[in-house]
């Protein structure tokens, strides 16, 4: 009953490669982030869809490509892996916050390693 | 943009002791202030949050306060427990462009 789920878990591969990240909610929200935690703990925002449509895409570079084929699902793709982008990413969901401010729910990130 | 402070970035405390967690927020529009507990190699998880027009909201041993005038709000958690080892992340959100800003996160260590 995982309510958002994301795969995989862990990904190592090397610099100058492309890899996805795939993110799905069973939660019925119409909300669906990502976000990136670096070496430091620190939780970015980088994209915010809603409805599939893309409401927040903070400063990143274009090698990352969100997708939201509907509104379960966004997907994070990256073109041109560097050693930067080592971090874990979280795919979060919720309601609308500007319906009513609700909880994030947050899966349970993916471990990306660029070597 | 909003910048979302938080202090101290580590914090250990006795088990039994009070922890407490400040942020600071800059954007005077933002209305709603989650707290986010973040166990080892998990998730971030909810554990309580406040609205802008709520001074205090508790639920059992955490409790957190806003102050509105001074844009900060404040984490309490009472007789704190090993369980509570965790990294806690403050946020701040404003309805207007629909983002949710979060500190840069405190590691707490409740000491047996």
């Known amino acids: 009953d995982t309510a958002v789920s994301q795969t995989p878990k862990y990904l190592v591969t090397q610099m100058g490669n492309d890899k996805s990240i795939k993110c799905e909610q069973n939660?019925?929200?119409?909300?669906m982030y990502w976000y990136k935690q670096d070496s430091k703990k620190f939780l970015k925002i980088m994209f915010s869809?809603?409805?599939?449509?893309?409401?927040i895409n903070e400063t990143v570079p274009n090698r990352f490509s969100p997708k939201s084929p509907d509104k379960a699902h966004l997907n994070l793709h990256i073109n041109s892996l560097e050693l930067g982008d080592s971090a874990v990413y979280f795919c979060?969901?919720?309601?609308?916050?500007?319906?009513?401010?609700?909880?994030?729910?947050f899966g349970e990130g993916s471990w990306l390693t660029v070597v | 943009g909003e910048n979302v402070e938080q202090h101290p970035s580590t914090l250990s405390v006795q088990e039994g002791d009070s922890a407490v967690i400040k942020c600071t927020y800059s954007?005077?529009?933002?209305?709603?202030f989650p707290w986010y507990k973040q166990e080892l190699g998990k998730r971030p998880q909810l554990i309580i949050d406040i609205r802008s027009n709520v001074g205090e909201k508790k639920d059992q041993r955490i409790a957190v306060t806003l102050n509105k005038t001074a844009k900060h709000f404040s984490l309490h958690i009472t007789e704190t427990q090993p369980e509570d080892s965790a990294v806690y992340f403050c946020?701040?959100?404003?309805?207007?462009?629909?983002?949710?800003?979060f500190g840069t996160g405190t590691r707490l260590t409740i000491i047996p």
């Open positions: 939660l019925g929200h119409d909300t």
């Open positions: 954007d005077s529009a933002s209305n709603y």
């Open positions: 979060a969901s919720s309601r609308r916050f500007r319906d009513s401010g609700n909880t994030i729910y």
């Open positions: 869809y809603n409805n599939k449509e893309l409401i």
């Open positions: 946020a701040a959100y404003n309805f207007g462009n629909e983002k949710l800003t």
